[in-house]
């Protein structure tokens, strides 16, 4: 019942930007967390960024911080990731997953879970330097 889809993803040039978006649906934002996470083939999937409901805390990861932001539109059931000065290491495909309930838990300022309850298909972004 719940999907997630995941959007915006494009080709653009070193130091460009782009706005992801992910639409949830047969879902209940109430305690929840929203995670987006990114994979290049052959390489383990990675924590971004994520934003709970519970204390509105979000968690980015070092390599993202001060670059990429992530933002809820509650209204219309979005989840937005800006990115912002990219760079070619920030090519990969991107995931939004979420999970509800113990939203702090999956997300905090300090930190990611990766076993999110609900994924959408990716995103492919891509940089070229």
């Known amino acids: 019942e719940v999907q997630l889809q995941a959007s915006g993803g494009g080709l653009v040039q070193a130091g460009g930007s782009l706005r992801l978006s992910c639409a949830a649906s047969?879902?209940?934002?109430?305690?929840?967390?929203i995670g987006w996470f990114r994979q290049v083939p052959g390489k383990e999937r990675e924590g971004v960024s994520c934003i709970s409901s519970s204390d509105g805390s979000t968690y980015y990861n070092y390599a993202v911080k001060g670059r990429f932001t992530i933002s809820s539109d509650i209204a219309k059931k979005t989840v937005y990731l800006q990115m912002n000065s990219l760079n070619s290491e920030d090519t990969a495909v991107y995931y939004c997953a979420a999970t509800s309930g113990s939203s702090t838990f999956y997300c905090s300022s300090h930190h990611i879970r990766r076993e999110y309850h609900y994924w959408g298909q990716g995103t492919q972004v891509t940089v070229s330097s």
């Open positions: 047969g879902f209940t934002f109430d305690d929840y967390a």
